[in-house]
């Protein structure tokens, strides 16, 4: 077994090269969310150059390579759309120029996430010039729109193109820990109804902005109360946004809107989250109707998607076969012993843990500190420890 483990770390060594290569390609081709085409292009034909036996780009637009025909079917996958640059004055480099300095990959989308898809490839040609195919099937995904709307992109795999997994594997960065879980989270919003008048004669009318500051209070005051989890973390709300309709800048406004972030620790569900900002003392007096967002768009491949913004909270034990499995592939790939820890914000694991209660695990290359920040980048260290993970994984899944 340890002549086998450092033929795989010999072998991903080998491919230095050609991974930073086709990560720094990757970074030159913009992904925003919904415009991901290029990308997946580019994706497919290092798969097929690499010897993926089939390659399968699905009606969302999802890209998944396959390894194998085997009874266990693993997918590992890697959401290939990036936020928004921002305001470009505030970066140093060109954001896509994929700057290489002191061996370190740099620009959008380095951190989160799109570069682990460099990593499962060369997996992929690794267990095939290796021979390390078994009884499994390998699905390595490049998963679109999940920046806009996580889980959105493996429910539609899994329920519409029919491609079920015995488990997952969220590459999101870990930092090269094995993580096991994540709060969950949810878009709300709090409507106001009033109506309208002169400002010059406020009396006259009913202010819905009004009504709405003391509901912003108890809101505010309600995440002091919110559960805890040991291992997860507090739930909490937080007030993100605050608008209004009002005939003018002279009228009393008719109608007030605040939207909240709500993340979920263990014991925290969608219903009991409506639930208690429903029964907030403010929210009953004002009548204030409180209502789940709904995500609607439509992909590069012009399909329309959408669904409830209620992504569920997901945990596994640390002694879950699949984790215990990840830390096995975890110890190869670092020749230490790995932290087992969890992320901070939310995964695609919220459709196959979360919702179909698929077993999923997380391990991924480079700090989501970097995430969403101007400063992304990717050591390329952890791209080469990330690939000899994914490549050890799934022989230390069948225990092999």
Avoid at 9 to 19: A, G, P, Q, V
Wanted: aromatic fraction near 6%; hydrophobic fraction near 40%; include cysteine.
């Amino acid at each position: 077994m340890q002549n086998c483990e450092s033929k795989i770390r010999e072998k991903i060594k080998s491919y230095k090269d050609d991974i930073v290569a086709f990560a720094r390609n990757i970074v030159r081709t913009p992904s925003f969310s919904c415009q991901e085409g290029n990308l997946v292009e580019l994706i497919k034909n290092e798969m097929v150059k690499v010897g993926f036996d089939k390659v399968k780009i699905d009606a969302m637009g999802n890209i998944i390579g396959f390894i194998g025909s085997g009874k266990t079917k693993i997918m590992m996958d890697a959401h290939i759309d990036t936020v928004g640059i921002g305001d470009k004055a505030e970066w140093e480099i060109d954001p896509f120029e994929a700057i290489l300095k002191d061996e370190v990959i740099y620009g959008r989308g380095a951190s989160d996430q799109k570069l682990s898809m460099a990593s499962m490839v060369y997996a992929g040609k690794a267990i095939k010039e290796l021979g390390l195919t078994g009884d499994y099937t390998l699905m390595v995904v490049g998963s679109v729109m999940e920046e806009d709307c996580d889980g959105l992109p493996l429910l539609h795999i899994i329920n519409e193109e029919k491609i079920k997994p015995d488990c997952v594997v969220i590459t999101e960065p870990t930092n090269l820990s094995v993580y096991r879980g994540h709060r969950g989270r949810m878009e709300m919003k709090v409507v106001t109804k009033g109506r309208s008048c002169h400002a010059s004669a406020p009396e006259r009318g009913d202010n819905a902005v009004v009504k709405m500051a003391d509901i912003i209070k108890e809101i505010t005051e309600l995440n002091a109360r919110l559960k805890n989890d040991d291992f997860l973390g507090k739930g909490t709300i937080a007030v993100t946004k605050i608008e209004c309709q009002t005939p003018s800048l002279n009228a009393v406004p008719d109608e007030c809107t605040v939207y909240m972030d709500r993340r979920l620790t263990v014991g925290e569900t969608l219903k009991s989250a409506v639930a208690e900002i429903e029964a907030l003392p403010s929210v009953k007096k004002t009548g204030g109707k409180v209502e789940v967002l709904q995500y609607d768009a439509v992909s590069w491949t012009g399909l329309k998607v959408g669904q409830e913004k209620y992504f569920p909270t997901w945990v596994f034990p640390e002694e879950h076969p699949l984790v215990q499995a990840g830390v096995k592939a975890a110890r190869i790939a670092l020749e230490k012993e790995p932290v087992v820890g969890k992320w901070v914000f939310s995964t695609n694991g919220v459709a196959c843990a979360g919702r179909l209660g698929i077993p999923t695990i997380g391990f991924g290359p480079a700090n989501e500190i970097y995430a969403h920040t101007v400063k992304e980048k990717m050591p390329v260290s952890d791209l080469l420890k990330a690939a000899v993970f994914y490549a050890s994984f799934p022989g230390c899944l069948l225990g092999k």
